[in-house]
């Protein structure tokens, strides 16, 4: 099976994961396609392919002849796609694109606009992989999955390609921060792994954001408008006041690259009550903290100024930039830079704006940078992933587990 035609085949599987969800995995469809990953890797040979009660997916392929003493290697990508958009009844077409804009559904008039979509301009004359315009594609992360299993074809059917032991993992809710939640890092076996979860060709990641989770209330005192005068105490009005305070250029709309941002995410309430959730994101641990302890500051100030209790706030802090783990291991690095380039493909080492897995992973002993699967415009349906770039990548892959 080519690795268009899995990936094909699994863009067909509904498995979005639900961030409201307290089950293991957060949907239950996760598990479908899990299982049909880990009955494909067995009938390719794999050991021990099979997917846990939690829904994570693990197998192993065996070294070759001689390779028995390289440390395992491990590869993994998730099953889950984003709750931001559809994703049942994907509906994926492949289209030679030749330039300027791309209809993706006629009949609803739905347009990938060359001149919104700049990435489009980079892959004329390429066969793209696209939706109808009504739902996400899927090729985050579906793509690595089909890449990682159609490399571990290619070296089951080459065993004259020389590589020690390597360990293939599937897991699900990625896309909504649980991925490496239930990640059994000792039964993975592996040593050092990378995730398959990037984008464009040739993107290399090995530094992610800090990252934290803010949730406001504020508790304000309502009273009849008509006599309110010197009494009232707005929640509402408050929670502008506190939204305001915060530096207005640091939203992910004025930031790029390895600025860090405050990003509100939810606004709600009356004049009782109001909440707010923020994001807080920055490359740099130090400007993280200071991040933190500029809302901690605007709150008391807040609190001071309308009285003790008027404002909770909770912090928690999410996930942490990988380049401190990464930092002692930066082989890995050398190592994907070269399996990029005996593809072909210039590499590009890329801050996440974001986070992955592999991040947390490496904070949980499994030193683990990212790799690009090939695809633009995740989680929403201006997704589309180049055909050359999944055949590439799956090169990549081999090139990266074989023994140099």
Known sequence: MTVTERFLRYVSFDTQSDEESATVPTTDKQKVLGQLLAEELSSLGLSNAHMDENGYVYAWLPATPGCE?????????????????????????????????????????????????????????????????????????????????????????????????????????????????????????????????????????????????????????????????????????????????????????????????YHLQGMSGDETTAALSYIIRDHDRDKFQARKETMTRICAYLNDKYGAGTIDLDIQDQYYNMKEQIEPHMYLIHRAKAAFRKAGVTPVEVPIRGGTDGARLSYMGLPCPNLSTGGFHFHGPMEYIPQSSLETMVEVLVHLVREA
């Open 69 to 261: 003493g390289i440390p395992c290697l491990g590869l993994i990508s998730h099953m889950d796609t984003a709750p931001a958009a559809p994703g049942a009844n994907v509906k994926p077409r492949l289209v030679q694109y030749t330039g300027g804009d791309l209809v993706l559904n006629e009949d609803l008039g739905l347009v990938m606009r060359a001149e919104e979509y700049d990435s489009l301009s980079r892959n004329i004359g390429k066969t793209l992989i696209v939706t109808d315009g009504t739902t996400l594609l899927g090729a985050d992360d579906k793509a690595g999955a089909a890449e990682i299993i159609t490399a571990m074809e290619h070296l089951i059917t080459h065993p004259e390609i020389r590589h020690g032991r390597i360990a293939v993992g599937f897991t699900p809710d990625e896309e909504v921060g649980r991925g490496a939640d239930h990640f059994d890092v000792s039964k993975f076996g592996a040593a050092v792994a990378y995730t398959v979860d990037g984008g464009e060709l040739g993107e290399l990641e090995y530094e992610n954001f800090n990252a934290a989770g803010a949730r406001l209330t504020v508790h304000g005192l309502n009273i009849h408008p008509g006599s309110a005068k010197n009494k009232m105490k707005n929640a509402l009005l408050i929670a502008i006041e506190l939204a305001g305070m915060l530096p207005p250029a640091e939203t992910p709309a004025h930031t790029e690259g390895y600025e860090g941002f």
